[in-house]
């Protein structure tokens, strides 16, 4: 099952806005502080919820994963709006409506259709694999000044390796990550090591950081927490990548879609955006790709989502618009350079 | 390929109106509709003009496009004295396909393939309400089946 829509009502900075969301892979776009991660993570939280069957206490995991101060999750609701002493946050899964919760002043409250598992995982732009040595028996026993989606994220590495079938569908995605580690991850112990193809292993922390994180999604893979049905969160996937590298992650995040599994990330990278947009104009993937403009007109102001099938779609682009301001800008040097 | 805004159907027809504007070529190749406007930059700063950004070459390019359009539905209602233009007209417009709008952009500037591809985005930006294929070439990146000869007389900067 996948996410189909989210709507949130004065939640941080969005007063009125829905996600309609496509089973394949969702591209958030947006400058600096206009939510994207806000809401991923609040879709994220509201699915963790829903898996655990937290029928009354959706706002802890809201708590655990935002990290308010006091734990006190009114502090979510927007600021300075007019009628804003309440958030809402409406999710629907496929065809219908699967939870609501609201957090207020007077109080909160949350309702849920059925329980549907969808299994969710939130991969933040910096990576966990150095770590994840004793990191979950710290988190659980310390405070740690971690949001949740960390030690969500270390507990899935943590599963056992899959067999058997599952494994071997899994099989074609590994392949195509162990190709750009240029080898295999290994967890032995509590600590994560590569071995590269015909060479000596080493540790995951003498790796570079960009492909730690590749190696981290490789046994993600390889251990079933990236699995059909299921819904993934990517945060600014590109950090520490190289482009050559972001390349061909675009093509795992297709070959991921198609697998079953439902892609929402968020990006600040012009290749990885444009990339996306291309294949999705040429039709190049049998998985569907969205894109979404999240923009504020004015310092202080609510937040709009636009959606589109390409870039081009979106009436804002603010990657696309910097990399204009800079091929200009590089123009007019050329042209005051030449001639004496 | 047809050079549009020299034929007599595009000057009798929608360049009677003031404002319009028109690509400078416009074909069907391997079934694909194309519509390309070219810009020649070169030795740009020696005439002092003022050049153009790249939202407002992209604005231009876009409405170059959206007034042959119109200038080609206009053609094609009152049919044309042209049987070669009458029948590429017919290809146009049948086609089901999305079209395909090139900028023929030479600078003396090496091409930046980033800078192509902002340029085509911003077009496409403006466009999207055609939704075409676009791209940003020269000769060092030609079309392939395309010959180009020479600068086009002409060639608006």
Not at chain 1, 11 to 29: H, K, R, S, Y
Not at chain 1, 50 to 65: A, N, P
Not at chain 1, 196 to 223: C, D, M, Q, T
Request: hydrophobic residues 40%.
């Amino acid at each position: 099952m996948t996410l189909s829509s989210v709507a949130f009502q004065n939640f941080t900075v969005f007063e009125d806005a829905t996600f309609d969301l496509c089973p394949g892979i969702n591209v958030l776009i947006g400058a600096n502080a206009t939510g994207k991660t806000h809401a991923m993570k609040a879709m994220y939280a509201m699915l963790r919820a829903i898996d655990k069957g937290l029928y009354d206490t959706f706002w802890t995991k809201f708590s655990e994963v935002f990290r308010p101060d006091r734990g006190d999750v009114r502090r979510l609701i927007r600021r300075g709006a007019r009628n804003a002493d309440e958030a809402k946050i409406y999710l629907n899964l496929g065809d219908r409506w699967e939870a609501w919760i609201s957090i207020g002043d007077d109080g909160s409250g949350n309702a849920m259709n059925r329980r549907t598992p969808t299994p969710s995982l939130y991969i933040p732009s910096r990576e966990v694999l150095s770590m994840y040595e004793g990191f979950i028996a710290a988190y659980q026993s310390r405070e740690l000044s971690f949001d949740e989606t960390f030690f969500d994220l270390c507990v899935a590495l943590n599963a056992n390796l899959l067999r058997g079938e599952k494994a071997e569908q899994a099989a074609p995605l590994l392949e195509q990550l162990e190709t750009m580690l240029g080898g295999k991850v290994l967890l032995e112990g509590n600590r994560f090591y590569v071995q590269p193809f015909g060479s000596e292993r080493y540790e995951a922390h003498l790796l570079a950081e960009g492909l730690r994180k590749i190696a981290a999604l490789a046994h993600l893979v390889a251990n079933g927490s990236l699995a059909p049905g299921g819904v993934l969160f990517l945060d600014e996937p590109e950090t520490n990548l190289n482009p050559r590298l972001i390349t061909r992650l675009v093509d795992f995040l297709a070959a991921l879609a198609r697998h079953g599994v439902q892609v929402i990330l968020a990006t600040h990278d012009y290749l990885l955006s444009q990339r996306l947009s291309v294949i999705s104009e040429y039709a190049q993937v049998e998985a569907p790709i969205r894109f979404f403009g999240l923009a504020c007109q004015a310092a202080g102001s609510p937040v709009v989502v636009t959606h589109g099938d390409t870039l081009a779609d979106l009436a804002e682009n603010p990657i696309l618009e910097e990399f204009a301001r800079h091929y200009d800008f590089e123009r007019q040097l050329f042209d005051g350079g030449q001639g004496g | 390929m047809h050079k549009w805004d020299e034929l007599a159907a595009y000057r009798d027809g929608v360049h009677k109106l003031q404002s319009t504007s028109a690509v400078d070529f416009i074909g069907v190749h391997d079934s694909d509709p194309y519509f390309i406007e070219v810009k020649n930059f070169c030795d740009y700063r020696i005439d002092n003009k003022q050049r153009l950004t790249s939202g407002e070459l992209a604005a231009e390019v876009a409405d170059d496009v959206r007034d042959t359009i119109a200038g080609l539905v206009w053609v094609m209602e009152r049919g044309s004295s042209m049987p070669e233009l009458a029948k590429l007209l017919r290809q146009i417009f049948a086609v089901r396909s999305k079209c395909k709008v090139v900028l023929w952009l030479e600078e003396d500037r090496q091409p930046n393939p980033v800078d192509r591809s902002t340029l085509a985005g911003l077009i496409k930006r403006r466009m999207d309400w055609l939704g075409p294929h676009v791209t940003v070439r020269s000769r060092t990146e030609p079309l392939p089946g395309l010959a180009v000869v020479g600068a086009p007389p002409g060639a608006s900067r």
